[in-house]
């Protein structure tokens, strides 16, 4: 009898923690690359199997089982999903060991790079040309330099700087600008070309900076344009890095002469740094010598030294990312 009163107590005591167990349980961690399922209190044992389906945009991509032994498992289903936004469901179920289940979970995921580009926004600043008309000259028209530059802190290598969908609109009549891309490089100076194929500014600065960086230029040809014009310059500002503001601002010039061929004026792509002619003058400055030579009143610039126009005032933008 006392043998048995011992076995007794051992009973009792196995019965009293059953009540303390918890009941199976599992979850889903949804991302673009993967779902991963867990699963935690099954009974501890062997073969413990659950059903996982998982469905993308309403298609399913996946139906498995998945097996572990002892109380708790993990099991990672990789994704491959194209850029963009996609609705993800999962489900799992069991029925195994005495243990029975399921689990549904749901995610709405942006994945990857957006599908409408870098982060933008418009830009648009509005000044007036003096009181000096241009009004060309025998040979042919007079050039009006449109010149503009930003400054900007915080870009690392690789990262670029974009104009697009520029326009300056003098009395209200627009001109297209070109495009812009400027990157930010491991380089000791500042260069800048125009490629004619693109229609598009392309520059390369220093991580540094400078307190100017050419954006784009447009030379438009006029043959009697009375001073005092109204002019807005505007465009789409881009960037592939998340979290910059720039500032910019533009300036107008007048020249007797301005090559088709943008190149061929060696425009000086900033301030400071730049690998040629690293002289004081501005950035967006003509440095091919006849040029400068032909330089004259008119727009926002008296002549003389005034290569690029008194500058505007300076707008600030920030791109937003989508």
Known sequence: MRRLAGIALVLAAIAFSAPSAMANEGTATISCTSVVFDYVFFPPTTGNTVQEVVTVDGVQIVSTSFTFDGTSGSHTVPL???????????????????????????????????PNGPCTAVGSIDAGFNGTAVVGVSSGPVYIWFNSNLSVKGMTEGKSIFLTNSRVFINGAPQNVPDAKITFAAVACATTSFD??????????????????????????????????????????????????????????????????????NIKPTHQ???TNNTGDH?????NQTVRDSVTGGARGGGGSNFTGSWSGTGSVCPTCP
Request: include cysteine.
């Open 80 to 114: 491959n999903l194209a850029p963009g936004s996609h609705s993800i469901v999962v489900h799992g179920e069991w029925d195994t060991n005495g243990a029975t289940g399921f689990i549904n979970a749901s995610q709405d995921v942006s994945c990857g790079s957006p």
């Open 196 to 265: 004619a194929g693109t229609n598009t500014w392309v520059t390369r600065v220093p991580l540094a900076g400078s307190d100017e960086i050419f954006i784009s230029g447009l030379a438009f040809p006029v043959t009697n344009l009375p001073g005092g014009a109204s002019v807005r310059w505007e465009g789409t500002f881009g960037t592939d890095q998340p979290g910059i503001c720039l500032q910019w601002k533009w300036g107008a010039a007048a020249y007797k002469t301005f090559p088709l061929d943008y190149n061929e004026a």
């Open 273 to 275: 740094r730049s690998c």
């Open 283 to 287: 950035a967006g400055t003509p440095q």
